[in-house]
């Protein structure tokens, strides 16, 4: 299995900062079909997972544009430029290249 | 409106059986791959199984395989999860997701799983 890996586990920040997750993988997330499998998704207290952006860089619908994804193979990031208190929640890492899909531990992002 | 709505957990006895279903709306059902997901008390996401389109390709995680049987009727826009011989360690929230260019875009509200005697 791809084990996924999470830094920091708890983030604390400031409103109007920028934050930072990385999330790195096993093994490359490249697909054969040349397509890299890496999401990011938020899960709120209370609520469930929510996608965020898919393909390591993409933002899904509704997305506000301060959330940004990068990286390539086995090391990823996501972005958020000016933190908001509506950004509070646990930050997920998912990988969709290889089954079983895996997800990171985690990232508490909290004021 | 995309919309994902699971039902049918509860608490139930170690061995004991639960089937848990998935009411889906807003989409084309019939054409979509469609996953569940759990999630432990306190704990992260750990995916349990997925099913293509049209039933005939079949996954599921190590820890379910043979107990878990995930299954579809899109005559009914409703995903189905079959759990038998449940486990203490099966306890979690159960999420349906619609799978989406390999990503799971939309998910359900949850059901809650208690297996405790």
């Known amino acids: 299995d791809i084990v996924m890996t999470q830094t920091p586990l708890s983030l604390p920040v400031t409103l109007g900062q920028p934050a930072s997750i990385s999330c790195r993988s096993s093994q490359t997330l490249v697909h054969s079909d040349g397509n890299t499998y890496l999401s990011w998704l938020l899960q709120r207290p209370g609520q469930p997972p929510r996608l965020l952006i898919y393909?390591?860089?993409n933002r899904f619908s509704g997305v506000p544009a301060r959330f940004s994804g990068s990286g390539a193979g086995t090391d990823f990031t996501l972005e958020i430029s000016r933190v908001e208190a509506d950004d509070v929640g646990v930050y997920y890492c998912?990988?969709?290249?290889?089954?079983?899909?895996?997800f990171g531990q985690g990232t508490k992002l909290e004021i | 409106e995309v919309r994902l709505v699971e039902s049918g957990g509860g608490l139930v006895q170690p061995g004991g059986s639960l089937r848990l279903s998935c009411a889906a709306s807003g989409f084309d059902f019939s054409t979509t791959w469609m996953h569940w997901v759990r999630q432990a008390p306190g704990k992260g996401l750990l995916w349990v199984s997925r099913?293509?389109?049209?039933?005939?390709?079949?996954d599921y995680a190590d820890s379910v395989k043979g107990r878990f049987t995930i299954s579809r009727d899109n005559a009914k826009n409703t995903l189905y999860l079959q759990m038998n011989s449940l486990r203490a360690e099966d306890t979690a929230v159960y999420y349906c997701?619609?799978?989406?260019?390999?990503?799971?875009?939309?998910w359900g509200q949850g059901t809650l799983v208690t297996v405790s005697s």
């Open positions: 998912m990988q969709a290249t290889q089954l079983p899909h895996t």
């Open positions: 099913i293509t389109s049209d039933g005939s390709n079949i």
């Open positions: 997701a619609r799978d989406w260019y390999h990503c799971k875009d939309y």
């Open positions: 393909k390591i860089s």
